[in-house]
């Protein structure tokens, strides 16, 4: 399995950004598809944002569509969240996920829990009001 460690969590105000980042290690990243989720206190953890293995497609869940971007550079072994304009009920646990892309194909992504099985440790974003 491939290893995930997420950084670039913290507290930041209602309407700032934060960029998440993802290093993989382990394995060949640019084999693999990509996701990020979210868990908040007392709630279950949930979908956030996919991408392919090869950085071509990408899927948002509607609650950050046009707010966040997530991007890959496998050079770097690298996955990123950019999140731009936070809410207050943007605060949780952020995880990345990494399932192999030999599962579907390079083009397509993974929107569900149980189609990953690698996890980072996840990082924590809180958005003050």
């Known amino acids: 399995q491939v290893q995930l460690v997420e950084s670039g969590g913290g507290l930041v105000q209602a309407g700032g950004s934060l960029r998440l980042s993802c290093a993989a290690s382990?394995?060949?990243?640019?084999?693999?598809?990509m996701g990020w989720f979210r868990q908040a206190p007392g709630k279950e953890r949930e979908f956030v944002s996919a991408?392919?293995?090869?950085?071509?497609?990408?899927y948002y869940a509607d609650s950050v569509k046009g707010r966040f971007t997530i991007s890959r550079d496998n050079a770097k072994n690298t996955l990123y969240l950019q999140m731009n304009s936070l809410k207050p009920v943007d605060t949780a646990v952020y995880y990345c996920?990494?399932?192999?892309?030999?599962?579907?194909?390079?083009?397509?992504?993974?929107?569900?829990?149980?189609?990953?099985?690698?996890w980072g440790q996840g990082t924590q974003v809180t958005v003050s009001s």
């Open positions: 996920a990494a399932v192999q892309a030999s599962r579907f194909g390079r083009h397509r992504f993974a929107t569900r829990i149980s189609e990953y099985d690698s």
């Open positions: 382990g394995r060949t990243f640019s084999n693999y598809a």
């Open positions: 991408i392919s293995a090869s950085g071509g497609s990408t």
